[in-house]
């Protein structure tokens, strides 16, 4: 089956400084990679999603890239502010018009914290 | 709107307690999905339901039954819970049952568990 892994598993910036955040994935044949934000005692949030028909898609201030032959996508958040301070979650996924597979498999999770 | 909601938001069982975890949407999906969050550990998911009618395992299913009861609502039930099934269970629901750009998943606010 998939295996997601997510780095690093805890990054701590400076308000204003950029955030990066990066997964590798095991199976080829996935084609679908959402990122989700968890704040404090909520469930996970989509915040943007990537398929792999296209490598990069912006979203005002984050950002997430494929890199299909390597395996690997990032999200990258630039001009962070203190709201940004949360738990991200990165998955892949095999989207299709006929299988079945609709499970996400999701990274451990990055705890991200941005100093005032 | 309410989006996807889950009763109760906290609960304490005793070992060999049964329970059951209540989630419904309103956003007219199709697939609903049970996952358990624990620390350091990411989301795991633990039954899903691609349609109504349907039920599946996923990565961590022993210890657990679901049932679809229509396609609004999708229970996850504990029959001896476990000290090891403390953990926060989150519902999700997705659109489009294995269709094209249709799995984006939009998460409930969670149930705490605790077994003692």
Redesign the interface.
């Given at each position: 089956g998939e295996n997601v892994e997510?780095h690093p598993?805890t990054l701590s910036v400076q308000e204003g400084d950029s955030a990066v955040i990066k997964c590798t994935y095991s199976d080829s044949a996935s084609n679908?990679f959402?990122w989700?934000k968890q704040e404090l005692g909520?469930?996970?949030?989509?915040i943007i999603?990537i398929?792999s028909n296209v490598g990069e898609k912006k979203d005002q201030r984050i950002a997430v890239t494929l890199n299909k032959t390597a395996k690997h996508f990032s999200l990258h958040i630039t001009e962070t502010q203190p709201e940004d301070s949360a738990v991200y979650?990165c998955a892949a996924?095999i989207?299709?018009?006929?299988?079945?597979?609709?499970?996400?498999t999701?990274?451990?999770?990055t705890l991200l914290t941005v100093n005032p | 709107n309410a989006g996807v909601t889950q009763t109760p938001k906290f609960q304490v069982l005793k070992t060999g307690q049964s329970m059951t975890l209540q989630c419904a949407q309103d956003m007219n999906h199709n697939s609903m999905y049970w996952y358990r969050q624990d620390p350091g550990m990411g989301l795991r998911l633990i039954y899903y339901s691609a349609s109504e009618g349907t039920t599946d395992k996923g990565e961590v299913p022993n210890g657990y039954n679901v049932s679809r009861l229509n396609k609004r609502e999708f229970s996850l039930r504990l029959e001896s819970a476990a000290p090891s099934q403390t953990s926060v269970y989150f519902c999700a629901s997705s659109r489009l049952a294995g269709g094209l750009q249709g799995q984006e998943q939009y998460f409930g606010p969670g149930t705490r568990l605790t077994v003692t």
């Open positions: 997510q598993s679908y959402p989700y909520k469930g996970p949030q989509l999603d398929r979650f996924s989207e299709n018009s006929g299988g079945s597979n609709y499970k996400l999701f990274g451990k999770g | -």
